[in-house]
């Protein structure tokens, strides 16, 4: 299974912002959906924002307004802006890659290692 690989995480005051990014092999990045996927200790893993390879998107509803999910199809990269941060954003954040006529619930696909976005004072 290809590992994704995202970056950009950190810790962040309440208000701040965070871009994540998330590489994947070219031939796995053009024919899926790409998604971000948050966890929380003692939590499943679940589902924040997910784009298609043509930019239609979709959003938890606890992130819509303040995330934004963009691609960049020319270098296979996958983003999450996410602004206005929340302690409650607060969680491991997993890249992720799939059919696009799949679920985009559930542990399918391709999933990068995570990486920690802590929304603290």
């Known amino acids: 299974q290809v590992q994704l690989v995202e970056s950009g995480g950190g810790l962040v005051q309440p208000g701040g912002s965070l871009r994540l990014s998330c590489v994947a092999p070219g031939p796995l990045f053009r024919i899926s959906r790409m998604g971000w996927y948050r966890q929380v200790p003692g939590t499943q893993r679940a589902l924040v924002a997910t784009i298609l390879s043509g930019g239609f998107t979709k959003y938890v509803d606890s992130v819509k307004g303040r995330f934004t999910i963009s691609r960049d199809n020319e270098r296979n990269t996958v983003y999450l802006q996410m602004n206005t941060l929340k302690p409650e954003d607060t969680g491991v954040y997993y890249c992720?890659?799939?059919?696009?006529?799949?679920?985009?619930?559930?542990?399918?696909?391709?999933w990068g290692q995570g990486t920690q976005v802590t929304v603290s004072p």
């Open positions: 992720n890659a799939r059919p696009p006529f799949t679920s985009d619930t559930g542990d399918d696909g391709t």
